[in-house]
Structure formats: structure tokens, C-alpha cells
């Protein structure tokens, strides 16, 4: 048998909706069988051990693959969805054994402390995303926050997107397969890859030169840009328009619908109305400075 | 007396827990809960409603469109657009929310049911060319065998070589299901959490070249159900055919019906609608829905709001320490009666009306499987029902596709009222999905959802009639308490999706009150 080297990997689904762990199966290059089943890079493999979603063991047999299952110091930690906190942890459960509820809080910071990495997948686990909304009724946070909070140092890398583009999750676990952890000059201030999230969405947009014109639409699915209507591409980064939906199908400006800024930490409340117009006196307040 | 908890029941969506009381083989309680408490509804209360049907869909990454969808019904009614919504609106609506259906499916049998039915380590001894089944066998041959290996052990009924062509079918699954996103992402925008269905119709327009794109990315999933999807679940029908005595819940069915014929009947009860909407009673009775039979029990539940009250009139006041409660989903009843929801509820409302072309592939199939109709009501039935309806949806899709206008409207106009009320009513993938929305002061003042498996997962109400789900499971033979596969495909069956089913609702607390084992 040729040699192989596994990298185990446990991804944690949260306070989200899964819709994260649904995006990265319509991976196209590298398909998804290449991903759970193949040599992801030449000569290293994914060992998926946990995931809720599609593993085969339901209850104990699962449970016990958090609970010792894992090598020290060996494994990425994949995060799905915002950490709730409220309450000692009781509004979130990654499963029970013999009959303690295992909260999400607890196993997030039990399995980081001992993880090479973790990777916060979607913008709930990066940056508190919609469960975090006002009045935040579960105490949802970032997984970097919880960590920073327990005093946990471990590499975080953040992936937000609601849901985050599948490229930008395989992208970023065969950037680690190849050279290893990111340097500080591959991510931006909030933690994200500048590769994926470099350029601010108005900077690509097709829309751009209506916007220049001052060609504004006054109802979604209109031409013209769609400022008026809330658009938060001028403060959005993400390549979305250049790399575009679902092998390339489409996005939501081409479909006639503002970018709702999904990839940011303002998302929801910050953003919010998703439909109106930005005035420029908040436009300051969501300034990001970007390292080119 | 054996207690198993399950916890967590995996290849679900969300977070799920069940309790089973086995006593001489057979269980005799039952019991759901989820583990995850979110608080949509609050977190909507006091945004423009206008962000309803972008913010309700992040409920759900499986069926998000189905969440836009109800909630777009929900605000063309409150704007008072439900009447005007133009033809092309209506049809990519449809074919969006048909994108859903076939994912959705697709991904329920294949990637979260299937496990429980085929045996994958078979591969390892297949020495033919296909190039997936080589990459499974070199995947088992390097030993690492996560996330297919811990699974339960024992019931696996295939031969090898079935055992090989199922696990090929499930690699082509992955295909499949990936090309009706890529399809919903042309007139959607993206997707998982699309952009373009609004109140009025939809932001994206029809253009020949999308048509064509999704034409030819139809055609190809089409083939797929037809000699893949459909021919598989009745070759599990065969082998595990005791399975079509298993499973079976309350044997009464709702649907508030799927995919608009038309564009002008405001009212969602008498709306022509591909998939019929009904009531079909314990007796096979068919009955017309009322909306206002709907209400929400919170006997069993830790909630101290009012029970038995309707939807427009929902509260939602948790309280962990209410005496008699065991779960935090609410119980949802149907003329006080507990009723199951799904493509078993909407198969069975269609075939109780002879509605083609339902009726006569359920009757072939069960022709084929020497079956009477009353082998529906089980596990078998629920998997059958779906792969059928996947069938229906995507060939009514091919119609709905060919009859865009380019050119033509796609949306209504509309202005966002001070003060309104909307209900949009629809059937998700995984069943009867109703929202309420009350607008006051140009903003959301009240928002509830009530979600396909908050139906069938739902506990006890006042007059101690377990959920769905709990009754399907109450009675069944175990014959192996360390591997309880029935339980596993029973609750599976139903496709539970807890993201839904909890989105208002706590989990456990530290005090969770649990019913002990003698």
C-alpha cells in the first residue's frame, strides 16, 4: 500500500443550520468524493472522523470518537455555527454520555485546546453571524471569542460566509495540507484568507460602471447597481463576483438582489435593514482597512 | 427494562435526541428532544419585514428555499400582492423550490439514509473499472475509515455485489444532488440561502441562455431519479420488506399543498397546487384544510405561554422547570389531533384523491412489491413516497421551465404597509411549512413559524397523544438493544431536521427532567 498521511479532522456543527457543511458538498474542483474518499493533496488524505451530518455512528459509537478518540496535538478542528453560551452551556448539545449533556461550549474548548488548527467555517463561527442577532436570545459568540476568553492558544482561522463558498473552505484545508498553517501575510485583520476575501465586492462588480453613472435600480431585479437598495458590497470583502455561485451559475447581484454583506462581522445587525440604503455617516463605521 | 438513548441521532439535519424504553424486545416509550435552542422568532421581532425571507431562511440549510418560500407568501399577503404575482414569477419560484425538493431527497435516501441499509466495506473486494467504486476500495484499503466507520453493526441484508452498486450510486448521488443546487443557483442566485424570491415573485429574470443551462442540468437529474433514485428504493423495498410493517404513526395526514397552478387565488386552502393540499383522517377520510384548525400544544413542553393557541396568536414563554414537561418542541395538532407531515402526508392526500400522476406510480410500485396501500404507513412508505415525489417535481420542473417568458414580468410591485398581517402557507421537502408574520409600525411585531418536524417531533399534549414520531416508535421489536437499527430508521424515515424543529425552543437544561428506568 503506498503511504499515506492521514490528517484527522473533527467538524463540530453548532448554533447554525448546517447550511455550511450543505455548501461545501457542491465542491467542484476538488469534487466532494475528493475530499472525504481521495488523496485531497497527493499523498494526504482528510480523515473526516466526525460529523454529524454524514457520519455512519449515531450515539455512543460517535460520542466516543470526541471523548478519546483523537490523537494529541493531531487533528484540525472544524467549526460549524456560533458557540452558545447563556446558561452554562445549556442551550447546545453535541450529544450525551451516560447521561451528561455534552454542551457545545465545553467540547469546543476541550477539543481546541488540544487541535493544530481551527478553522471557523461560516460567518456564525467566525464572527457570531444571525444566532448572535439582537437580542442574541442564546448567547451565541465566535469561536474565537470563547477561545480568547478561555485562554486558549490555538491557530484560528475564520471562513465566514452565510453560507461560505466551498472553494474557500477546500481552498484553505489544501493551503494547510501544502505549506502548512497561513502566515500572517495570507490573512487580513479578522482572521480570514486574503486570497478568498482580498477585494471589496464593489471593486469587481459588474454593476460597477452603473454605480459610476449613477444608474441606481429602484426594485430588486431592476438594472442598474443596486446601492439604493441597500447593497453592502462597497463594504464587503469577498470575490463572489469574480468567482460566482455553484460552479459558477450565478450570484446574488447578477440575480438582481443586493449583496447582503454575509461575509462580514456587522452581519445581521450592523447591515440591518438588509434593504435600505447605507447612509454615509454608518458607511465610516464599517471601514475594514484591507492589506493588499 | 432497558433504557437507549441516542444521543446524537446523526445523519439528521440539527440536533437530535432520542430515548427508547425496551421491554421484551418491543419499545414501549418513546421519547424526542432537541439539543439546540437558537431563538429565531425573537431575533426577527423588530426588523423590516422585508428581511423576513432572507433571515427565516438561515433557519435551515437543507431547505432554506422553502423558508423563502413561505415567507414570501407570508408578506404577499400582508402587502396584498397574492393576487398579481405574474406567471413568471410563479414558475421560477416553482423551479427554485423544485431544486430544493430534488436535493433535498436525493440527499435523504443516498447520503443520511442509505448507511443504515447498505453495507460500504463490501468495496473492498470489488475488482472491476468503476472509477468511484476504485476510490472507495483504495479509501478502506488505507484503514482510516472515518466518518463511515464506528456505525451500528448487524442488520445489512445485501449481497456483495448490490452492497457495491448501491455505494456506487451513492458516490453519483453526491453529483446529483450538487447539479440541482447548481440548477436553483441560476434564477436563485446561490445556493445554500438563495437570494431571489421576493414578496410579488422573484429578482432574477428567465433569459434563453439560463433555460438552456438548466435544461441540459435537468435532464441529467432526471435520469438520474429515474434509473437510479426510484429503482434503488425499491430494491430496499425488497430486501428489507418487513420494513413496510414498521414504522407506521398516526396514520393521519396533512399537506397545506406545493407549487402555485396559478397566480390568483389569494387563498392557500383552494390554491391549484401540483402536490394537493388535505387532510386525510385516521380512517382515510379525505378532508379540505382550515388553517384555523392549527394549534400548539405546550403541555409536554417547557413553555409556560398558554397551549392550544393558533400560530397568529403564538407566544413563546420557555420555562425549564415546568412540571410535566420533557421536551422543548411544541406539539402542533390538527383539530386537536396529533398529525404527521411530509412526502408520505402529501402522497397519501393525493392518492386519496386519485390525483395523477401520483396515483397510478404508487399503485405500479406497489403492484411490483405485491403490497396493499396499507404498507404506506411504515418506513418503506415514508422512502417510497419521497423518490416518487422527487419524480413528480423534477418532470412538472421541465414543464415550469419551458413555459418562461423572457422578457415578460417577473415580480409584482408592491410598498411595504404600517400595519398588516400575512400567511404563507407551502409544504417544505419535509412537509406542511406555515408562516405568520404581524407587521406594526413598519416592522416585524410578531413572527412564527410552525416547521415540518416540530409536527411529527413534537411530545405529549394535554390529552397525552404522543407526537408522531414517538408513536411510530412506540411498539416497535428491537431485536438488538446495542444496535438499534429499527429506532434509527424509523426516526430517519421521517427525515427530522431539528434547525427547524427548535428554532424557537431551549434544550436541556442542567435539570432536565428524565424519566428513569426501573
Known amino acids: ?213 449613477g444608474k441606481f435600480a429602484q426594485h430588486p431585479g431592476q438594472p442598474g447597481c443596486l446601492y439604493e437598495l441597500g447593497c453592502k458590497g462597497p463594504m464587503t470583502y469577498a470575490d463572489c463576483p469574480t468567482r460566482q455561485w455553484n460552479d459558477g451559475q450565478n450570484w446574488c447581484v447578477g440575480a438582481g438582489n443586493p449583496c447582503l454583506g454575509c461575509v462580514e462581522p456587522f452581519f445581521p445587525d450592523g447591515f440591518d435593514p438588509m434593504y435600505k440604503k447605507i447612509s454615509e455617516e454608518r458607511l465610516k463605521r464599517f471601514a475594514v482597512s484591507s492589506k493588499e | 427494562m432497558k433504557k437507549i438513548v441516542i444521543d446524537p441521532l446523526t445523519r439528521i439535519e440539527g440536533h437530535l435526541k432520542v430515548e427508547v424504553v425496551v421491554d421484551g424486545g418491543e419499545v414501549k416509550e418513546a421519547r424526542c428532544s432537541g439539543t439546540l435552542f437558537r431563538g429565531w422568532e425573537i431575533i426577527l421581532k423588530g426588523r423590516h419585514p422585508l428581511d423576513a425571507q432572507r433571515i427565516t431562511q438561515r433557519v435551515c440549510g437543507v431547505c432554506p428555499t422553502a423558508h423563502a418560500t413561505a415567507s414570501s407568501f407570508a408578506l404577499d399577503d400582508a402587502f396584498g400582492v397574492a393576487d398579481r404575482i405574474p406567471d413568471n414569477g410563479r414558475l421560477l419560484r416553482n423551479l427554485i423550490l423544485g431544486c430544493n425538493y430534488i436535493q433535498s431527497h436525493v440527499l435523504h435516501f443516498y447520503h443520511l439514509a442509505a448507511l443504515d441499509f447498505v453495507d460500504v466495506t463490501a468495496v473492498a473486494d470489488y475488482d472491476g473499472e468503476d472509477d468511484d467504486l476504485q476510490a472507495v476500495k483504495a479509501f478502506i484499503g488505507r484503514g482510516a475509515l472515518g466518518p463511515f466507520v464506528p456505525r451500528h ?223 404506506l404507513h411504515s418506513v418503506l412508505g415514508r422512502h417510497a413516497a419521497r423518490a416518487i415525489e422527487a419524480k413528480i417535481v423534477a418532470d412538472a420542473m421541465a414543464d415550469w421551465l419551458l413555459a418562461l417568458k423572457p422578457g415578460e414580468p417577473v415580480c409584482a410591485d408592491w410598498a411595504v404597509p404600517d400595519e398588516a398581517e400575512g400567511m404563507g402557507l407551502t409544504g417544505a421537502p419535509r412537509g406542511a411549512l406555515g408562516h405568520w408574520i404581524q407587521i406594526k409600525d413598519g416592522v416585524i411585531d410578531r413572527y412564527q413559524l410552525v416547521v415540518p418536524t416540530t409536527w411529527n417531533a413534537g411530545p405529549r399534549d394535554e390529552e397525552g397523544q404522543p407526537g408522531p414520531i414517538e408513536q411510530a416508535l412506540e411498539g416497535t421489536k428491537v431485536k438488538d438493544a446495542d444496535n438499534p437499527f429499527e429506532v434509527l430508521r424509523i426516526v430517519r424515515s421521517f427525515d427530522p431536521c431539528l434547525a427547524c424543529a427548535v428554532h424557537v425552543v431551549n434544550a436541556h437544561g442542567s435539570d432536565i427532567r428524565r424519566f428513569r428506568v426501573a
Open chain 1, 1 to 213: 500500500m503506498i503511504d499515506v498521511q492521514e490528517y484527522p479532522a473533527v467538524w463540530l456543527q453548532m448554533s447554525g443550520c448546517s447550511g455550511c457543511s450543505v455548501s461545501v458538498l457542491n465542491t467542484v474542483a476538488p469534487s466532494i468524493r475528493n475530499v472525504l474518499v481521495d488523496e485531497l493533496v497527493p499523498g494526504k488524505h482528510v480523515n473526516l472522523r466526525f460529523h454529524p451530518t454524514i457520519m455512519a455512528g449515531s450515539g455512543e459509537p460517535a460520542v466516543d470518537v470526541l471523548l478519546g478518540g483523537l490523537p494529541q496535538k493531531g487533528y484540525l478542528l472544524i467549526c460549524e455555527g456560533a458557540v452558545p453560551t447563556k446558561d452554562g452551556g445549556a442551550y447546545g448539545g453535541v450529544g450525551e454520555l451516560d447521561g451528561k449533556h455534552l454542551s457545545m461550549h465545553e467540547k469546543t474548548l476541550d477539543l481546541a485546546r488540544d487541535a493544530l488548527a481551527v478553522l471557523a467555517v461560516g460567518t456564525c463561527a467566525s464572527f457570531g453571524g444571525i444566532p448572535s442577532g439582537r437580542p442574541n436570545p442564546s448567547g451565541a459568540k465566535s469561536v474565537q471569542s470563547v477561545l480568547e476568553e478561555a485562554g486558549i492558544d490555538v491557530p484560528v482561522v475564520n471562513i465566514p460566509g452565510c453560507p461560505p463558498h466551498p472553494d474557500w473552505f477546500v481552498g484553505t484545508v489544501v493551503g494547510l495540507l501544502l505549506r502548512g498553517l497561513p502566515g500572517p501575510d495570507d490573512l487580513d485583520e479578522l482572521g480570514r484568507p486574503l486570497v478568498y476575501y482580498g477585494k471589496l465586492v464593489h471593486e469587481n462588480c459588474p454593476r460597477r460602471a452603473d454605480f459610476d453613472a
Open chain 2, 153 to 375: 453493526e448487524g442488520d445489512y441484508r445485501f449481497s456483495p455485489e448490490v452492497n457495491r452498486t448501491l455505494t456506487a450510486h451513492y458516490v453519483q448521488a453526491l453529483r446529483a444532488r450538487r447539479l440541482a443546487h447548481e440548477m436553483l443557483c441560476i434564477f436563485g442566485g446561490k445556493m445554500p440561502h438563495s437570494a431571489t424570491i421576493m414578496p410579488g415573485g422573484n429578482s432574477e429574470v428567465p433569459t434563453m441562455d439560463k433555460i438552456s443551462t438548466f435544461l441540459g442540468k435537468l435532464s441529467e437529474v432526471q435520469n438520474f431519479i429515474d434509473t437510479r433514485y426510484v429503482p434503488d428504493v425499491l430494491a430496499v423495498a425488497k430486501v428489507y420488506s418487513d420494513h413496510a410493517g414498521v414504522g407506521g404513526g398516526c396514520n393521519r395526514y396533512l399537506a397545506y399543498g406545493s407549487f402555485d397552478l396559478k397566480g390568483e387565488n389569494v387563498d392557500p386552502a383552494t390554491r391549484e397546487r401540483l402536490l394537493p393540499q388535505g387532510l386525510v383522517t385516521a380512517d382515510g377520510e379525505f378532508q379540505k384544510i382550515d388553517a384555523a384548525q392549527i394549534t400548539e400544544s405546550v403541555a409536554s413542553s417547557w413553555f409556560s405561554s398558554p397551549s392550544k393557541l393558533h400560530p397568529s396568536e403564538g407566544e413563546t414563554e420557555p420555562d425549564p422547570h415546568k412540571e410535566g414537561g420533557y421536551s422543548w418542541i411544541k406539539s402542533p395538532r390538527y383539530d386537536g389531533k396529533s398529525t404527521e407531515v411530509g412526502p408520505l402526508a402529501r402522497a397519501m392526500v393525493a392518492y386519496s384523491l386519485g390525483a395523477e400522476p401520483l396515483k397510478g406510480i404508487v399503485d405500479s410500485a406497489l403492484g411490483e412489491l405485491g403490497a396493499g396501500p396499507d404498507a
